[in-house]
């Protein structure tokens, strides 16, 4: 569930839209109806639990409709992940009518519908209000960013305005089976183009994240940025340093983990929103290490199957150049290479997640990936054949192949690890033993899950 489709931690309030500012939001909030006939979503297109929603709450008085990229997606042709539910009820109204609802969050509470172990997120619909309303938003200035509060009670077409882009502002109607437009969203996705709501420089100070997002959504649906939503990115970069780690750790994840994560990395880089994620990171991340440009790569490979991926793994590969300069030092100075290895993981991961809160088992994955390493090179022995069964083996044996990409010389290791994995256990044993074991150890039962996991 994308608990952040369309709703950053921006503005706000329900008052008329005569209160918004020109500069900020667009004040032409004249509808567009878009029938069925002209966009071609029919009604079975929606989740059924989806529906079921805006049917009970639209029953009960209330309007409810599908928001956020569930039209948007839709109309590009790709199947949606999620199908939230926007409405002019209150969290407490939407439990009234779903004895299965649980409300969540402080700031801006959301209902969760459960039906089954299906969820659908309902949110109520938020407007904006002028400057200095004591329910509203509250500009202040903090490090270039404008922060507001959220407060619900907008209209429909607040809501729509309250959104990013255009293309996430659609609303689609499953009892009428009609697109809701306030914004010129419809036109922007026939015409392949991201835009801003309202003026980009300052709805990306509102929220910095924003320009993330930018690049996450047109490289994952392949639309081009319009030119002007594009233009302030690269001087309002920084504003990512005031964002909360963790936030940026969430965000990141979904660009990188959604079957693009090379081109989203390069998007990065070209609008220079790598840097303050990762300052230094990279020596030149406009042509990072082959190692790590093929672990992005191979990763969109496995979303493309189907295949689990995970962020440990990935991590490994975008501080190996790092961590592998510092465990250099180490062996040098006469530690052994598996504590090289861990202490350098310890120190980079230290020192280059100051504005992404990098998660702990991840990085726990990517240092064990590493440590494995240096094990490789033993291939006699019951040392070897034990590397065959241990958790971590797939993973960093993967690993071990990324690296060969770039060491020649660790490439008739990479294959021998690659031999060893295909033949028969006779074969096996005589390139592990030098011929069949007296006593062989009970084969530990395979793991079927990911071979980065």
Known sequence: MDTDPDREPAAGVSHPAHFLHEAVYPLSTSLREIPRSEHGIARKSISREATQVTERLQQAGFKAYVVGGAARDLLLGVSPKDFDVGTDATPEEVRGVFRSARLIGRRFRLAHVRFGREIIEVATFRGLAEDGDEDGDRSVEKGGRVLRDNVYGGSVAEDAMRRDFTA???????????????????????????????????????????????????????????????????????????IPPARLLDELLKLLLGGRAWEGFRGLVRYGLWEPLFPELLADPSA??????????????????????????????????????????????????????????????????????????????????????????????????????????????????????????????????????????????????????????????????????
């Open 288 to 453: 990072p290490p082959v190692l790590v440009e093929q672990a992005l790569k191979n990763t969109d490979e496995r979303v493309a199957q189907n295949k689990p991926v995970t962020p440990g793994f990935l991590f490994a590969a975008l501080f190996w150049p790092k961590a592998q300069a510092e465990a250099r030092r180490r062996i040098d100075n006469g530690q052994p290479p598996v504590e090289a290895l861990a202490a350098a993981g310890e120190k980079v991961f230290d020192r280059y997640t100051k504005n992404v809160a990098v998660h702990r088992r991840f990085s726990t994955m990517a240092k064990e990936i590493w440590m494995f390493q240096p094990r490789f090179e033993r291939r006699r022995g019951k040392r070897a054949a034990r590397l065959l069964g241990e958790k971590r083996f797939r993973a960093a044996y993967d690993f071990l192949l990324l690296r060969a990409l770039e060491d020649p010389d660790l490439k008739e290791m990479a294959d021998w690890w690659t031999k060893v994995q295909e033949v028969d256990d006779e074969t096996r044993n005589e390139m592990i033993f030098g011929g069949p074991r007296k006593n062989p150890p009970r084969k530990r039962k395979k793991n079927p899950g990911s071979p980065q996991g």
């Open 168 to 242: 996430n502002a659609l609303m689609y109607d499953p009892a009428t089976e009609t697109i809701l437009d306030y914004v010129g969203g419809y036109d922007d996705i026939l015409a392949n183009r991201l835009r801003m709501i309202g003026d980009p420089e300052t709805r990306y100070r509102e929220d910095p994240v924003r320009m993330l997002r930018a690049v996450r959504f047109v490289t994952k649906l392949g639309m081009e940025l319009d030119p002007a939503t594009e233009a302030p990115i690269r001087e309002l970069a920084p504003l990512l340093a005031d």
